[in-house]
Protein backbone atom coordinates (compact mmCIF):
# COMPACT_ATOMS: atom_id res chain seq x y z
CA UNK A 1 0.00 0.00 0.00
CA UNK A 2 1.15 3.61 -0.77
CA UNK A 3 1.23 5.52 2.61
CA UNK A 4 2.27 9.06 3.24
CA UNK A 5 2.98 10.48 7.09
CA UNK A 6 2.25 13.26 7.80
CA UNK A 7 3.98 14.73 10.45
CA UNK A 8 5.16 18.22 12.20
CA UNK A 9 8.62 16.51 13.25
CA UNK A 10 10.05 13.62 12.03
CA UNK A 11 10.38 12.23 15.84
CA UNK A 12 10.96 8.91 17.44
CA UNK A 13 6.78 7.55 17.09
CA UNK A 14 6.93 8.90 13.44
CA UNK A 15 10.43 7.49 12.90
CA UNK A 16 9.55 4.02 14.33
CA UNK A 17 6.01 3.79 12.42
CA UNK A 18 7.50 5.00 9.44
CA UNK A 19 9.98 1.77 9.98
CA UNK A 20 7.79 -0.59 10.90
CA UNK A 21 5.27 -0.34 7.72
CA UNK A 22 8.11 0.06 5.53
CA UNK A 23 9.34 -3.64 6.94
CA UNK A 24 5.75 -4.75 6.21
CA UNK A 25 6.37 -4.09 2.29
CA UNK A 26 4.51 -0.76 2.31
CA UNK A 27 5.96 2.21 0.35
CA UNK A 28 6.13 5.03 2.50
CA UNK A 29 6.86 8.66 1.98
CA UNK A 30 6.91 11.72 4.68
CA UNK A 31 5.84 15.05 4.34
CA UNK A 32 6.53 17.46 7.67
CA UNK A 33 3.34 19.47 8.54
CA UNK A 34 5.30 22.56 10.35
CA UNK A 35 5.73 25.08 7.44
CA UNK A 36 1.73 25.01 6.77
CA UNK A 37 -0.69 23.26 4.84
CA UNK A 38 0.45 23.79 1.26
CA UNK A 39 3.53 21.33 1.31
CA UNK A 40 0.36 18.83 2.62
CA UNK A 41 -1.51 19.69 -0.11
CA UNK A 42 1.62 19.39 -2.76
CA UNK A 43 2.53 15.72 -1.06
CA UNK A 44 -0.84 14.65 -1.50
CA UNK A 45 -1.08 15.56 -4.66
CA UNK A 46 2.21 14.30 -6.24
CA UNK A 47 2.68 11.15 -4.14
CA UNK A 48 -1.29 9.92 -4.58
CA UNK A 49 -1.39 8.10 -1.55
CA UNK A 50 -3.74 5.34 -0.87
CA UNK A 51 -4.04 6.33 2.83
CA UNK A 52 -2.35 9.15 5.17
CA UNK A 53 -1.37 9.04 8.62
CA UNK A 54 -0.52 11.34 11.12
CA UNK A 55 1.60 9.81 13.73
CA UNK A 56 2.62 13.37 15.31
CA UNK A 57 0.49 16.31 14.41
CA UNK A 58 0.58 19.77 16.14
CA UNK A 59 -1.71 21.50 13.57
CA UNK A 60 -4.72 20.64 12.20
CA UNK A 61 -5.09 18.92 8.32
CA UNK A 62 -6.43 20.85 5.76
CA UNK A 63 -9.92 20.10 5.69
CA UNK A 64 -9.61 19.10 1.24
CA UNK A 65 -7.51 16.62 2.09
CA UNK A 66 -8.97 14.89 4.54
CA UNK A 67 -12.40 15.05 2.96
CA UNK A 68 -11.04 13.85 0.01
CA UNK A 69 -9.01 10.94 1.77
CA UNK A 70 -8.81 8.48 4.96
CA UNK A 71 -6.18 10.54 7.01
CA UNK A 72 -5.96 8.24 10.30
CA UNK A 73 -4.46 10.69 13.05
CA UNK A 74 -2.31 8.95 15.98
CA UNK A 75 -3.93 10.26 19.33
CA UNK A 76 -2.23 9.89 22.91
CA UNK A 77 -5.09 9.25 24.69
CA UNK A 78 -7.60 6.20 25.35
CA UNK A 79 -11.16 6.62 23.31
CA UNK A 80 -12.89 8.89 24.19
CA UNK A 81 -10.11 11.20 25.47
CA UNK A 82 -10.05 14.31 23.90
CA UNK A 83 -7.45 17.66 23.61
CA UNK A 84 -3.66 18.49 22.92
CA UNK A 85 -2.22 17.50 26.11
CA UNK A 86 -3.34 14.50 26.51
CA UNK A 87 -0.13 12.81 28.42
CA UNK A 88 0.19 15.85 30.16
CA UNK A 89 -3.45 14.77 31.62
CA UNK A 90 -2.57 11.31 32.39
CA UNK A 91 0.88 12.11 34.82
CA UNK A 92 -0.69 15.16 36.10
CA UNK A 93 -4.05 13.06 37.65
CA UNK A 94 -1.44 9.86 38.28
CA UNK A 95 -3.45 7.59 35.66
CA UNK A 96 -2.43 3.78 36.18
CA UNK A 97 -3.44 2.79 32.61
CA UNK A 98 -3.51 5.22 29.56
CA UNK A 99 -4.08 4.68 25.65
CA UNK A 100 -3.71 4.97 22.51
CA UNK A 101 -6.65 5.60 19.39
CA UNK A 102 -6.31 5.92 15.88
CA UNK A 103 -9.12 7.76 14.93
CA UNK A 104 -10.24 9.14 11.20
CA UNK A 105 -9.66 12.79 11.07
CA UNK A 106 -12.86 14.76 10.77
CA UNK A 107 -13.64 19.03 11.64
CA UNK A 108 -13.77 18.31 15.74
CA UNK A 109 -10.71 17.82 17.32
CA UNK A 110 -10.21 14.16 18.22
CA UNK A 111 -13.71 13.27 17.19
CA UNK A 112 -13.50 10.85 14.49
CA UNK A 113 -14.32 7.55 14.06
CA UNK A 114 -12.22 5.01 16.03
CA UNK A 115 -10.34 2.80 14.20
CA UNK A 116 -8.10 0.95 16.81
CA UNK A 117 -6.88 2.04 20.16
CA UNK A 118 -4.43 -0.03 22.46
CA UNK A 119 -4.18 0.47 26.17
CA UNK A 120 -0.66 0.82 27.85
CA UNK A 121 0.36 1.29 31.53
CA UNK A 122 1.74 5.03 32.93
CA UNK A 123 5.40 4.12 34.24
CA UNK A 124 6.49 6.67 36.58
CA UNK A 125 9.09 8.53 35.06
CA UNK A 126 8.99 11.54 32.71
CA UNK A 127 6.36 12.18 29.60
CA UNK A 128 9.05 12.12 27.28
CA UNK A 129 10.10 8.68 28.63
CA UNK A 130 6.54 7.54 28.81
CA UNK A 131 5.79 8.78 25.24
CA UNK A 132 8.80 6.71 23.45
CA UNK A 133 8.27 3.51 25.29
CA UNK A 134 5.13 2.70 26.39
CA UNK A 135 2.17 4.94 23.80
CA UNK A 136 5.01 4.29 21.76
CA UNK A 137 4.55 0.31 21.50
CA UNK A 138 0.97 0.97 22.02
CA UNK A 139 0.95 3.23 19.33
CA UNK A 140 2.67 1.11 16.94
CA UNK A 141 0.02 -1.69 17.64
CA UNK A 142 -2.99 0.34 17.16
CA UNK A 143 -1.19 1.77 13.85
CA UNK A 144 -0.32 -1.86 12.46
CA UNK A 145 -4.02 -2.65 13.60
CA UNK A 146 -5.67 0.09 11.59
CA UNK A 147 -3.75 -0.12 8.42
CA UNK A 148 -4.48 -3.81 8.39
CA UNK A 149 -8.73 -3.22 9.23
CA UNK A 150 -8.28 -0.89 6.31
CA UNK A 151 -6.34 -3.06 3.42
CA UNK A 152 -8.99 -5.52 4.38
CA UNK A 153 -11.59 -3.12 3.59
CA UNK A 154 -14.55 -4.98 5.74
CA UNK A 155 -14.35 -3.02 8.85
CA UNK A 156 -16.35 -0.09 9.53
CA UNK A 157 -14.86 2.11 12.43
CA UNK A 158 -16.05 2.58 15.63
CA UNK A 159 -18.37 6.31 15.51
CA UNK A 160 -17.85 7.79 18.33
CA UNK A 161 -21.14 9.01 19.02
CA UNK A 162 -22.08 5.64 20.53
CA UNK A 163 -23.40 4.84 23.68
CA UNK A 164 -20.28 3.00 24.63
CA UNK A 165 -17.83 5.92 24.22
CA UNK A 166 -17.40 8.15 27.11
CA UNK A 167 -16.00 11.80 25.76
CA UNK A 168 -13.98 13.65 27.86
CA UNK A 169 -12.24 17.00 26.41
CA UNK A 170 -9.21 17.98 28.26
CA UNK A 171 -7.50 21.47 27.72
CA UNK A 172 -4.44 22.56 26.79
CA UNK A 173 -2.35 21.99 30.13
CA UNK A 174 -1.09 25.20 30.38
CA UNK A 175 2.22 26.73 32.52
CA UNK A 176 -0.33 28.17 35.43
CA UNK A 177 -1.05 24.42 35.99
CA UNK A 178 2.35 23.25 36.15
CA UNK A 179 3.87 26.09 38.29
CA UNK A 180 5.71 24.67 41.24
CA UNK A 181 4.70 26.58 44.36
CA UNK A 182 7.99 25.43 46.37
CA UNK A 183 6.82 26.23 50.19
CA UNK A 184 3.39 24.16 50.11
CA UNK A 185 3.92 21.54 47.05
CA UNK A 186 5.73 18.21 48.55
CA UNK A 187 8.34 16.39 46.76
CA UNK A 188 5.94 13.82 45.05
CA UNK A 189 3.57 16.52 43.70
CA UNK A 190 7.10 18.69 42.69
CA UNK A 191 8.04 15.81 40.58
CA UNK A 192 4.51 15.04 38.96
CA UNK A 193 4.51 18.12 37.64
CA UNK A 194 8.62 18.41 36.45
CA UNK A 195 7.86 14.89 34.52
CA UNK A 196 4.52 16.02 33.00
CA UNK A 197 6.85 18.68 31.29
CA UNK A 198 10.49 17.09 31.28
CA UNK A 199 11.29 17.49 27.18
CA UNK A 200 8.52 19.97 26.80
CA UNK A 201 7.94 22.50 27.53
CA UNK A 202 9.48 22.43 30.94
CA UNK A 203 8.24 23.95 33.83
CA UNK A 204 8.49 27.75 34.37
CA UNK A 205 10.15 29.07 37.25
CA UNK A 206 12.75 31.74 38.47
CA UNK A 207 16.39 30.88 39.47
CA UNK A 208 19.11 33.62 40.13
CA UNK A 209 16.18 36.20 39.71
CA UNK A 210 15.81 35.13 35.61
CA UNK A 211 12.71 32.97 33.95
CA UNK A 212 13.86 29.80 33.12
CA UNK A 213 12.09 26.64 32.28
CA UNK A 214 12.79 23.25 34.56
CA UNK A 215 13.22 20.06 32.12
CA UNK A 216 13.56 16.31 34.41
CA UNK A 217 13.03 15.65 37.76
CA UNK A 218 14.38 12.68 39.73
CA UNK A 219 14.59 12.54 44.03
CA UNK A 220 16.60 13.03 46.74
CA UNK A 221 16.57 11.04 49.87
CA UNK A 222 19.68 12.38 52.33
CA UNK A 223 19.68 16.78 50.93
CA UNK A 224 17.46 18.95 52.93
CA UNK A 225 17.16 22.85 52.74
CA UNK A 226 14.93 25.23 52.58
CA UNK A 227 12.14 25.19 50.15
CA UNK A 228 13.34 26.68 46.90
CA UNK A 229 16.71 26.87 47.55
CA UNK A 230 19.51 25.61 45.86
CA UNK A 231 21.14 22.93 47.58
CA UNK A 232 24.01 21.35 45.38
CA UNK A 233 25.93 20.16 42.39
CA UNK A 234 25.98 16.68 40.78
CA UNK A 235 26.94 15.99 36.94
CA UNK A 236 25.41 19.26 35.50
CA UNK A 237 21.89 18.86 37.58
CA UNK A 238 20.91 20.65 40.73
CA UNK A 239 19.41 19.46 43.86
CA UNK A 240 16.62 22.01 44.72
CA UNK A 241 14.76 21.58 48.05
CA UNK A 242 10.68 21.10 48.33
CA UNK A 243 9.62 21.55 51.60
CA UNK A 244 9.52 17.63 52.73
CA UNK A 245 12.62 17.20 50.38
CA UNK A 246 14.34 17.77 47.49
CA UNK A 247 14.64 17.04 43.31
CA UNK A 248 17.18 16.80 41.46
CA UNK A 249 17.10 18.59 38.03
CA UNK A 250 19.09 18.19 35.19
CA UNK A 251 18.52 20.68 32.57
CA UNK A 252 17.44 24.14 32.33
CA UNK A 253 16.40 25.78 29.30
CA UNK A 254 16.07 29.86 29.38
CA UNK A 255 13.33 31.59 27.79
CA UNK A 256 13.39 32.76 23.92
CA UNK A 257 12.46 36.48 24.93
CA UNK A 258 15.08 36.75 27.78
CA UNK A 259 17.73 38.06 25.46
CA UNK A 260 20.02 34.88 26.35
CA UNK A 261 21.90 33.78 23.13
CA UNK A 262 21.41 29.89 24.24
CA UNK A 263 17.86 29.74 24.81
CA UNK A 264 17.22 26.05 24.83
CA UNK A 265 17.77 23.15 26.67
CA UNK A 266 20.91 22.40 28.60
CA UNK A 267 22.94 21.10 31.98
CA UNK A 268 21.47 23.29 34.58
CA UNK A 269 24.54 24.24 36.51
CA UNK A 270 25.94 25.59 33.12
CA UNK A 271 23.14 27.76 32.78
CA UNK A 272 23.53 28.94 36.80
CA UNK A 273 26.58 29.57 36.10
CA UNK A 274 26.32 31.85 32.94
CA UNK A 275 23.78 33.98 34.68
CA UNK A 276 26.24 34.35 37.62
CA UNK A 277 29.72 33.02 37.29
CA UNK A 278 30.14 33.68 41.65
CA UNK A 279 27.57 30.82 42.03
CA UNK A 280 29.26 28.31 44.76
CA UNK A 281 27.26 25.04 45.02
CA UNK A 282 28.54 22.18 46.49
CA UNK A 283 29.66 19.61 44.81
CA UNK A 284 27.95 16.07 45.70
CA UNK A 285 29.55 13.25 44.19
CA UNK A 286 28.29 9.90 44.37
CA UNK A 287 30.22 6.56 43.90
CA UNK A 288 29.82 4.15 41.06
CA UNK A 289 27.97 1.55 43.14
CA UNK A 290 25.14 2.80 44.98
CA UNK A 291 22.99 1.00 47.47
CA UNK A 292 19.71 -0.49 46.45
CA UNK A 293 18.14 1.59 48.81
CA UNK A 294 19.10 4.71 47.85
CA UNK A 295 16.18 7.35 46.19
CA UNK A 296 18.35 9.67 44.52
CA UNK A 297 20.32 10.66 40.64
CA UNK A 298 23.16 9.88 39.16
CA UNK A 299 23.45 9.19 35.45
CA UNK A 300 25.70 6.75 35.79
CA UNK A 301 25.69 3.76 37.89
CA UNK A 302 27.68 0.61 38.10
CA UNK A 303 26.73 -2.62 39.77
CA UNK A 304 27.75 -6.40 39.67
CA UNK A 305 25.85 -9.80 40.13
CA UNK A 306 28.05 -12.67 39.94
CA UNK A 307 30.39 -12.87 36.61
CA UNK A 308 28.92 -9.90 35.24
CA UNK A 309 29.24 -6.39 35.59
CA UNK A 310 26.18 -3.65 34.40
CA UNK A 311 27.25 -0.23 33.75
CA UNK A 312 24.11 1.70 33.58
CA UNK A 313 24.49 5.45 31.95
CA UNK A 314 21.20 7.62 31.36
CA UNK A 315 21.53 11.19 29.56
CA UNK A 316 18.54 13.57 28.61
CA UNK A 317 17.82 12.99 25.16
CA UNK A 318 20.55 10.68 24.88
CA UNK A 319 23.61 13.00 24.14
CA UNK A 320 26.59 12.79 25.55
CA UNK A 321 28.74 15.82 26.15
CA UNK A 322 32.24 16.16 26.32
CA UNK A 323 32.17 15.69 30.14
CA UNK A 324 29.43 13.22 29.95
CA UNK A 325 32.13 10.89 27.65
CA UNK A 326 35.01 11.49 29.83
CA UNK A 327 33.59 10.59 33.09
CA UNK A 328 31.47 7.38 31.24
CA UNK A 329 35.35 6.18 30.05
CA UNK A 330 36.40 6.75 34.06
CA UNK A 331 33.29 4.57 34.87
CA UNK A 332 34.26 1.42 31.94
CA UNK A 333 38.05 1.89 33.06
CA UNK A 334 36.65 1.30 36.93
CA UNK A 335 34.24 -1.32 35.68
CA UNK A 336 37.14 -2.91 34.45
CA UNK A 337 39.41 -3.32 37.01
CA UNK A 338 36.48 -5.56 38.32
CA UNK A 339 36.57 -9.30 38.04
CA UNK A 340 33.94 -9.83 35.55
CA UNK A 341 33.20 -12.04 32.21
CA UNK A 342 30.42 -10.22 30.49
CA UNK A 343 30.12 -6.21 30.86
CA UNK A 344 26.78 -5.08 30.13
CA UNK A 345 26.57 -1.10 29.11
CA UNK A 346 22.90 0.80 28.50
CA UNK A 347 20.50 2.05 30.73
CA UNK A 348 17.68 0.36 31.93
CA UNK A 349 14.84 2.13 29.87
CA UNK A 350 14.72 4.56 27.20
CA UNK A 351 17.56 6.19 24.76
CA UNK A 352 20.86 4.27 24.51
CA UNK A 353 23.27 7.17 23.32
CA UNK A 354 22.57 9.73 20.30
CA UNK A 355 26.40 10.83 19.82
CA UNK A 356 27.87 14.10 20.70
CA UNK A 357 25.93 16.69 22.34
CA UNK A 358 24.61 19.75 19.76
CA UNK A 359 22.89 21.91 22.59
CA UNK A 360 26.36 22.33 24.54
CA UNK A 361 28.04 22.81 21.42
CA UNK A 362 25.73 25.37 19.94
CA UNK A 363 26.22 26.93 23.20
CA UNK A 364 29.74 27.11 23.27
CA UNK A 365 32.13 30.03 23.00
CA UNK A 366 33.52 28.19 20.56
CA UNK A 367 31.73 25.76 18.83
CA UNK A 368 34.11 24.20 16.63
CA UNK A 369 36.78 23.57 19.08
CA UNK A 370 34.19 22.02 21.67
CA UNK A 371 32.44 19.56 18.39
CA UNK A 372 36.14 18.87 18.06
CA UNK A 373 36.72 18.00 22.01
CA UNK A 374 33.44 16.73 22.33
CA UNK A 375 33.89 13.71 19.03
CA UNK A 376 37.82 13.24 20.54
CA UNK A 377 35.86 12.28 24.08
CA UNK A 378 33.77 10.09 22.42
CA UNK A 379 36.10 8.72 19.90
CA UNK A 380 38.15 7.60 23.39
CA UNK A 381 35.18 6.11 24.68
CA UNK A 382 34.41 4.08 21.80
CA UNK A 383 37.89 3.02 21.56
CA UNK A 384 38.19 1.56 24.85
CA UNK A 385 35.27 -0.76 24.21
CA UNK A 386 37.16 -1.68 21.03
CA UNK A 387 40.22 -2.49 22.58
CA UNK A 388 38.65 -4.55 25.55
CA UNK A 389 39.96 -7.94 25.42
CA UNK A 390 39.52 -9.55 28.37
CA UNK A 391 35.70 -10.18 29.00
CA UNK A 392 33.14 -9.58 26.45
CA UNK A 393 31.10 -6.54 25.89
CA UNK A 394 27.17 -6.53 25.56
CA UNK A 395 25.40 -3.16 24.28
CA UNK A 396 22.03 -3.08 25.52
CA UNK A 397 19.74 -0.77 23.90
CA UNK A 398 16.27 0.12 26.04
CA UNK A 399 15.28 2.57 23.38
CA UNK A 400 16.81 4.39 20.09
CA UNK A 401 20.27 4.76 19.02
CA UNK A 402 21.54 7.36 16.71
CA UNK A 403 24.79 8.58 15.02
CA UNK A 404 27.79 7.95 17.44
CA UNK A 405 25.46 6.43 20.08
CA UNK A 406 24.68 3.71 17.15
CA UNK A 407 28.93 3.25 16.90
CA UNK A 408 29.20 3.14 20.26
CA UNK A 409 26.83 0.18 20.72
CA UNK A 410 28.38 -1.41 17.10
CA UNK A 411 31.97 -1.13 19.46
CA UNK A 412 30.63 -4.14 21.80
CA UNK A 413 31.08 -8.05 21.28
CA UNK A 414 26.97 -8.23 21.34
CA UNK A 415 23.97 -6.04 20.86
CA UNK A 416 20.76 -6.24 22.20
CA UNK A 417 18.29 -4.25 21.65
CA UNK A 418 14.59 -4.03 22.95
CA UNK A 419 12.20 -4.35 19.33
CA UNK A 420 10.77 -1.25 19.94
CA UNK A 421 13.81 0.65 19.15
CA UNK A 422 14.77 2.69 16.44
CA UNK A 423 18.51 2.83 15.38
CA UNK A 424 19.79 5.73 13.27
CA UNK A 425 23.20 4.50 12.24
CA UNK A 426 24.65 7.55 9.99
CA UNK A 427 25.31 10.91 10.54
CA UNK A 428 24.48 12.45 7.07
CA UNK A 429 21.43 14.88 7.77
CA UNK A 430 24.49 16.76 10.59
CA UNK A 431 26.22 17.44 7.35
CA UNK A 432 29.53 14.95 8.75
CA UNK A 433 30.96 12.43 7.86
CA UNK A 434 31.35 10.76 11.09
CA UNK A 435 33.58 9.46 13.78
CA UNK A 436 33.61 6.64 16.54
CA UNK A 437 35.21 4.06 14.20
CA UNK A 438 32.26 3.77 12.23
CA UNK A 439 34.01 3.07 9.22
CA UNK A 440 36.06 -0.12 10.86
CA UNK A 441 32.81 -1.43 13.02
CA UNK A 442 29.57 -0.73 10.53
CA UNK A 443 31.18 -2.76 7.76
CA UNK A 444 32.27 -5.31 9.47
CA UNK A 445 28.69 -6.12 10.98
CA UNK A 446 27.05 -5.35 7.54
CA UNK A 447 29.48 -5.66 4.59
CA UNK A 448 30.70 -2.62 2.82
CA UNK A 449 27.79 -2.16 0.34
CA UNK A 450 24.79 -2.15 3.17
CA UNK A 451 27.07 0.36 5.47
CA UNK A 452 27.36 2.45 2.72
CA UNK A 453 23.64 2.18 2.42
CA UNK A 454 22.97 3.07 5.41
CA UNK A 455 25.13 6.00 5.47
CA UNK A 456 24.43 7.61 2.27
CA UNK A 457 20.10 6.68 2.70
CA UNK A 458 20.47 8.17 6.18
CA UNK A 459 16.50 6.67 7.09
CA UNK A 460 15.48 4.69 10.12
CA UNK A 461 15.97 1.14 10.91
CA UNK A 462 13.35 -0.65 13.33
CA UNK A 463 14.87 -3.47 15.40
CA UNK A 464 13.57 -6.13 13.32
CA UNK A 465 15.21 -4.58 10.27
CA UNK A 466 18.65 -4.09 12.16
CA UNK A 467 18.79 -7.87 13.20
CA UNK A 468 18.15 -8.93 10.03
CA UNK A 469 21.10 -6.63 8.36
CA UNK A 470 23.22 -7.44 11.23
CA UNK A 471 23.72 -4.30 13.22
CA UNK A 472 21.66 -6.17 16.33
CA UNK A 473 22.52 -9.78 17.21
CA UNK A 474 19.62 -10.36 19.64
CA UNK A 475 16.04 -8.65 20.14
CA UNK A 476 14.67 -7.77 23.27
CA UNK A 477 10.49 -8.64 22.81
CA UNK A 478 9.63 -7.44 26.07
CA UNK A 479 7.82 -4.30 27.40
CA UNK A 480 10.42 -0.97 28.49
CA UNK A 481 9.96 -1.67 32.38
CA UNK A 482 10.76 -5.46 31.96
CA UNK A 483 13.89 -4.87 29.67
CA UNK A 484 16.62 -4.40 32.64
CA UNK A 485 15.14 -7.65 33.97
CA UNK A 486 15.11 -9.67 30.48
CA UNK A 487 19.05 -8.25 30.10
CA UNK A 488 20.36 -9.13 33.45
CA UNK A 489 18.84 -13.08 32.69
CA UNK A 490 20.06 -13.04 29.39
CA UNK A 491 23.84 -11.91 30.51
CA UNK A 492 23.72 -14.01 33.38
CA UNK A 493 23.07 -17.44 30.50
CA UNK A 494 26.04 -15.55 28.86
CA UNK A 495 28.23 -15.56 31.87
CA UNK A 496 27.70 -19.35 32.74
CA UNK A 497 27.94 -20.86 29.70
CA UNK A 498 30.66 -23.43 28.77
CA UNK A 499 32.54 -21.61 26.02
CA UNK A 500 32.68 -18.18 27.27
CA UNK A 501 36.60 -18.46 27.89
CA UNK A 502 36.87 -19.78 24.59
CA UNK A 503 34.54 -16.81 23.14
CA UNK A 504 36.56 -14.18 24.92
CA UNK A 505 40.18 -15.81 23.86
CA UNK A 506 38.47 -16.10 20.50
CA UNK A 507 37.88 -12.04 21.09
CA UNK A 508 41.35 -11.31 21.75
CA UNK A 509 43.12 -13.31 18.74
CA UNK A 510 40.70 -11.57 16.16
CA UNK A 511 41.26 -8.18 17.24
CA UNK A 512 45.01 -8.62 16.74
CA UNK A 513 44.30 -9.98 14.21
CA UNK A 514 42.49 -6.62 12.52
CA UNK A 515 44.80 -4.49 14.38
CA UNK A 516 47.53 -5.91 12.64
CA UNK A 517 45.72 -5.67 8.97
CA UNK A 518 44.90 -2.10 9.59
CA UNK A 519 45.44 -0.43 12.92
CA UNK A 520 42.35 1.82 15.14
CA UNK A 521 44.68 4.35 15.01
CA UNK A 522 44.35 4.73 11.15
CA UNK A 523 40.99 4.63 10.67
CA UNK A 524 40.52 6.88 13.80
CA UNK A 525 42.99 9.62 11.72
CA UNK A 526 41.52 9.55 8.92
CA UNK A 527 37.94 9.65 10.42
CA UNK A 528 38.93 12.57 12.66
CA UNK A 529 40.84 14.89 9.30
CA UNK A 530 37.46 14.48 7.63
CA UNK A 531 35.70 15.75 11.24
CA UNK A 532 38.28 18.88 11.57
CA UNK A 533 37.53 19.95 8.03
CA UNK A 534 33.82 20.08 8.96
CA UNK A 535 34.08 21.56 12.39
CA UNK A 536 36.98 24.37 11.54
CA UNK A 537 35.02 25.57 8.53
CA UNK A 538 32.31 28.35 9.16
CA UNK A 539 31.30 27.72 5.45
CA UNK A 540 30.17 23.73 6.10
CA UNK A 541 26.48 23.11 6.19
CA UNK A 542 27.00 21.22 9.61
CA UNK A 543 26.84 24.43 11.58
CA UNK A 544 23.74 25.93 10.25
CA UNK A 545 22.55 22.31 10.50
CA UNK A 546 22.94 22.18 13.84
CA UNK A 547 21.61 25.77 14.78
CA UNK A 548 18.53 24.98 13.17
CA UNK A 549 18.19 21.69 15.12
CA UNK A 550 19.09 22.66 18.34
CA UNK A 551 16.85 26.00 18.26
CA UNK A 552 13.61 23.86 16.67
CA UNK A 553 13.83 26.06 13.29
CA UNK A 554 11.24 24.45 11.40
CA UNK A 555 11.11 23.05 8.06
CA UNK A 556 8.97 20.94 5.43
CA UNK A 557 9.67 18.14 2.98
CA UNK A 558 7.75 15.71 1.03
CA UNK A 559 10.52 13.02 1.17
CA UNK A 560 12.39 11.07 3.99
CA UNK A 561 15.35 11.52 1.56
CA UNK A 562 14.98 14.98 1.38
CA UNK A 563 14.24 15.29 5.16
CA UNK A 564 16.30 18.78 7.59
CA UNK A 565 19.08 17.42 10.04
CA UNK A 566 16.49 18.86 12.94
CA UNK A 567 14.05 16.48 12.38
CA UNK A 568 15.86 12.94 12.22
CA UNK A 569 18.12 13.43 15.72
Not at 92 to 106: K, P, R, S
Not at 155 to 178: G, H, L
Not at 218 to 234: C, I, K, M, Q, S
Not at 554 to 566: I, M, Q
Request: aromatic share 6%; with cysteine; proline share 7%.
Amino acid sequence: MDILLVASAFNSLSQRVYAELSDLGHRVDVVLAAQGADPVRAAVRELRPELVIAPMLRTALPEDVWREHTCLIVHPGPPGDRGPSSLDWAIAEGADQWGVTVLQAEAAMDAGAIWAAEPFPVAPVGKSDLYRNEASDAAVTAVLTAVRRYAEGSYKPQRQTDDSISVVWRDAFRQERRRIDWERDDTETVLRKLRGADSQPGVLDELLGREVFLHGGHPEDRLRGRPGALLATRAGAVCRATRDGAVWIPELRPRKNSGDPAPFRRPAASVLASYQPSLRLAACPLPLELSPDRRTWTDIRYRQRGDVGFLAFSFPGGAMSTDQCRRLLAAYESALARRTSVLVLGGARDFFSNGIHLNVIEAAADPAEESWANLNAMDDLVEAVLCTTDRLVVAALAGNAAAGGAMLALAADEVWCRTGAVLNPHYRRMGLYGSEFWTYTLPRRVGADTAHRLTTEALPVSATTAQRIGLVDRLVPTGAQDFAAEVERMAADVAAAPNIARRISEKAAARRSDEKVRPLAKYRQVELARMHAVFFDPEAPYHALRSAFVRKVPGGTARPLALPAGDVR
